[in-house]
């Protein structure tokens, strides 16, 4: 069904540097302007959650049609939707921003070397992050919970300050700023990285829909695509520009536009609208029965404007 002049796409986001692609469009109107590409005249709104509860109640709701998931809630969201009109798809991912687990105890350096009485902060225990600790065990320790019971759900900022005066976790897995914050402190070094895990790039942020919507606006979900690619070359190629934006959204004291510049500089190949890992997550995930039915392939939890890109 083509979109009037009166529709409008509206955009749940939350905190942090993940959400660098959808400030972008926010800014730019990138979502409006390549809309307008594929003939149809909408306006993006854009409406800011603190969590990522409240922006799925608001999805399921039908307060807004496009939310943002981490890889395993989206999992979680397409398993419980299957065969509703309002069953879940990822229509573009938005980063695949590295998760690394830090320490300042130079004895560990590895999971081997965590000794039960090494705690482990995650920012949640639904975290991207608990999921990567729990993969690797597997690996690596032959058991997928058995570091379970020493990971604290703790904030990145509270870990870092933890990790950089000595009194904190033993480790903590966490995101950029937090990374690079803590790397300058030459005592805390990299114990275990979201690539060593997956073997390569996963998702962190994933966008979805529900089925009607997709079905009903296929153009503003292309759209949607093709915005946060614009966004992603802006990125790469213009860290400077895009950390002035970011600090428009996100004003900080710690952190000033060089700060910032610096570290999108790092992780700046590390956005774009294609999804990572999702298969790796779904078949891990279906092992431990977090999901009944898991996809054999990602293709079938994707939009269709997503079944042509360089995802797994």
């Known amino acids: 069904m083509p979109a009037s002049a009166q529709d409008q796409v509206r955009l749940g986001y939350g905190f ?7 400030f972008i469009c926010e800014n730019l109107k ?8 594929l003939h149809v ?3 993006a709104n854009y409406q800011r959650f603190i969590g990522a509860a409240a922006m799925r109640d608001a999805l399921a709701a039908s307060s807004i049609d496009v939310a943002p998931f981490g890889t395993a809630p989206l999992l979680v969201a397409w398993e419980k939707t299957k065969g509703l009109p309002e069953q879940i798809y990822a229509v573009s991912g938005l980063t695949t921003m590295p998760l690394t687990l830090l320490s300042a105890q130079a004895n560990l350096q590895s999971l081997k070397d965590f000794r039960p009485a090494d705690s ?6 639904t975290a991207p992050q608990m999921y990567l600790l729990e993969m690797q065990s597997e690996k690596i320790l032959g058991q ?17 300050a933890g990790l950089m005066a000595g009194n904190g976790p033993a480790a903590a897995f966490l995101s950029a700023p937090y990374t690079e914050l803590a790397l300058r402190d030459g005592a805390v070094h ?12 996963a998702s962190f942020l994933i966008m979805g829909a529900s089925l009607t919507y997709i079905g009903r606006h296929p153009q503003i979900i292309a759209a949607i695509g ?55 997550f779904a078949d891990f995930m ?19 404007a997503l079944l042509n890109s360089p995802s797994s």
């Open 190 to 201: 990299r114990v275990l990285g979201s690539a060593d895990v997956m073997g390569g790039k």
């Open 226 to 280: 093709q915005a946060i690619e614009e966004a992603a070359r802006l990125i790469r190629d213009e860290p400077r520009r895009a950390a002035q934006i970011y600090l428009t959204h996100e004003p900080s004291r710690a952190l000033n536009g060089a700060a910032i510049d610096a570290v999108i500089r790092d992780i700046r190949d590390e956005f774009g609208s294609a999804v990572y890992g999702v298969q790796s």
């Open 30 to 37: 990138l979502i409006d302007k390549h809309a307008k590409a």
């Open 120 to 125: 482990i902060a995650v920012p949640a225990l």
């Open 286 to 304: 279906g092992r431990h029965g977090e999901l009944k039915t898991p996809p054999r392939s990602w293709k079938e939890i994707v939009a269709p």
């Open 16 to 22: 942090g540097l993940a959400f660098l692609p959808v």
């Open 144 to 160: 997928y919970d058995r570091l379970s019971g020493q990971v604290i759900a703790q904030s990145p900022s509270a870990s870092l």
């Open 41 to 43: 005249d909408v306006k």
